[in-house]
């Protein structure tokens, strides 16, 4: 006759609580809807049992970094379509890199221009509409631009409010052009 204590089987069990909780809960036809709601009561439960932890993991929030704009630019034209200039030329101040200017001379009185400019990293392009006056040999333009996109490390830029100027040399076309103002990222 065998004692009571001899028939018992000494091989240890091995079940941590989270498993027990997802035994049970799997034999009760309970999915991971149940055990996201668990997740609170730890973390080992929780990522234990839901197959990613994702469903657990706190939404992070992102935060726009603004970003000053005070480029200047000595373009030249390549080429001239109707009464619009495209220039191209180096932009120096705070970002550096290659600026690219349509401007269009839309009446006696108005131009309107998208520019981008193409730091280290990526690009920003951007709508202006300004004034527009003819001086003699010269004819100068002041607005305002909106930043509408970005490539890279300027992917989310925008920004409106932002001060565009410059100069047309009307013997050559050649443009000065000046962007300045906050933007953001």
Same mark, same amino acid.
């Given at each position: /006759?065998?004692?009571?204590?001899?028939?018992?089987?000494? #091989?240890?069990?091995?079940?941590?609580?989270? /498993?027990?909780?997802?035994?049970?809960?799997? &034999?009760?036809?309970?999915?991971?809807?149940?055990? #996201? %709601?668990?997740?609170? $009561?730890?973390?080992?439960?929780?990522? &234990?049992? +839901?197959?990613? @932890?994702?469903?657990? *993991?706190?939404? @992070?929030?992102? *935060?726009?970094?603004?970003?000053?704009?005070?480029?200047?630019? !000595? $373009?030249?034209? *390549?080429?001239?379509?109707?009464? @619009?200039?495209?220039?191209?030329?180096?932009?120096?101040?705070?970002?550096?890199?290659?600026?690219?200017?349509?401007?269009?001379?839309?009446?006696?009185?108005?131009?309107?221009?998208? %520019?981008?400019?193409?730091?280290?990293?990526?690009? %920003?392009?951007?709508?202006?509409?300004?004034?527009?006056?003819?001086?003699?040999?010269?004819?100068?333009?002041?607005?305002?631009?909106? %930043?509408?996109?970005?490539?890279?490390?300027?992917?989310?830029?925008?920004? !409106?409010?932002?001060?565009?100027?410059?100069?047309?040399?009307?013997?050559?076309?050649?443009? +000065?052009?000046?962007?300045?103002? +906050? &933007?953001?990222?």
């Amino acid at each position: /006759m065998m004692n009571k204590k001899e028939q018992v089987s000494t #091989m240890p069990h091995r079940h941590s609580p989270s /498993m027990s909780l997802r035994r049970i809960l799997s &034999a009760a036809g309970v999915g991971g809807g149940v055990l #996201m %709601i668990l997740g609170p $009561l730890g973390p080992s439960i929780s990522q &234990a049992a +839901t197959p990613t @932890t994702s469903l657990t *993991t706190p939404p @992070t929030a992102l *935060t726009a970094r603004a970003f000053s704009l005070n480029e200047n630019g !000595s $373009l030249h034209l *390549t080429s001239k379509q109707g009464f @619009t200039l495209n220039e191209e030329g180096p932009a120096s101040g705070t970002l550096s890199g290659t600026i690219y200017v349509h401007l269009k001379i839309v009446s006696s009185t108005h131009v309107t221009a998208e %520019i981008s400019i193409y730091p280290r990293g990526g690009s %920003i392009t951007g709508q202006g509409s300004a004034s527009y006056r003819r001086q003699g040999s010269s004819a100068n333009f002041s607005g305002s631009l909106s %930043i509408e996109r970005g490539t890279g490390s300027y992917n989310h830029a925008r920004g !409106s409010g932002l001060s565009f100027s410059g100069t047309i040399q009307r013997s050559n076309d050649a443009v +000065t052009v000046h962007v300045g103002g +906050t &933007a953001s990222d």
